[in-house]
């Protein structure tokens, strides 16, 4: 299953409203995590089966969408926030993640 | 607390071998399924294979599919992935990661991970 990630990368400010979304070329349930990577770290998990959100996630971070269409949005940009944000699918194997999207100042 | 740690990564020539370790700890490993997950330089992650909580399925991503061979040892708290005819494409941080298995929603995330180790593959 192909993963597409929209935009590949994005310029917000602190305070904005953002939304990425992630397209499975097959439908996937609501299999769809999202994780959290920044420069030379390993990724985090924010959200996993669409839209739980990880223990110690805040709340500004949320998740929805279910089949082929599925979105990461947060509420209110916080400085931490810009880093690069992957969907992956774990409907089948092999569990496929989107290519990034980017999250700049 | 639950940690990961890779070790292995090194140069090698194509077409060369190498075996990368995973060493576990602060959780039962043998309970786990466990995966490699990879980024190639400035580029994004690659699901490369996982494998069930007593080694008896595994599953692997096309690019490295028959070239790659994960395995566990649950005596040892390991996870090892042997990677043969390596190829430039094959340069990259490799990271163990545990997959998480959800009974509520009955579903698999990538919970914990390490902080990776790196493979060169160059003459």
């Known amino acids: 299953t192909q993963m597409t990630q929209s935009p590949s990368s994005l310029s917000a400010s602190v305070g904005d409203r953002v939304t990425i979304t992630c397209r499975a070329s097959?439908?996937?349930?609501?299999?769809l995590n999202w994780y959290q990577q920044k420069p030379g770290k390993p990724p985090k998990i924010l959200i996993h089966?669409?839209?739980t959100l990880h223990s110690g996630v805040p709340s500004r971070f949320s998740g929805g969408g279910s089949g082929t269409d599925f979105t990461l949005t947060i509420s209110s940009l916080q400085p931490e926030d810009f880093a690069t944000y992957y969907c992956?699918?774990?409907?089948?194997?092999?569990?496929?993640f989107g290519q990034g999207t980017r999250l700049e100042i | 607390e639950e940690h990961l740690v890779e070790s292995g990564g090194g140069l090698v020539q194509p077409g060369g071998s190498l075996r990368l370790s995973c060493a576990a700890s602060?959780?039962?490993?043998?309970?786990?399924?466990m995966a490699w997950v990879r980024q190639a330089p400035g580029k994004g992650l690659e699901w490369v294979a996982n494998?069930?909580?007593?080694?008896?399925?595994?599953y692997y991503g096309e690019s490295v599919k028959g070239r790659f061979t994960i395995s566990r040892d649950n005596a040892e708290n390991s996870l090892y992935l042997q990677m043969n005819s390596l190829r430039a494409e094959d340069t990259a941080v490799y990271y163990c990661?545990?997959?998480?298995?959800?009974?509520?929603?009955?579903?698999?995330?990538?919970?914990?991970w390490g902080k990776g180790t790196t493979v060169t593959v160059s003459s």
């Open positions: 990661a545990r997959d998480f298995f959800s009974n509520r929603e009955a579903s698999y995330y990538m919970d914990v």
């Open positions: 602060g959780f039962t490993f043998r309970r786990f399924w």
């Open positions: 494998i069930k909580e007593d080694g008896s399925e595994m």
């Open positions: 097959q439908g996937s349930g609501n299999y």
């Open positions: 089966t669409a839209s």
């Open positions: 992956q699918q774990t409907f089948s194997t092999p569990y496929t």
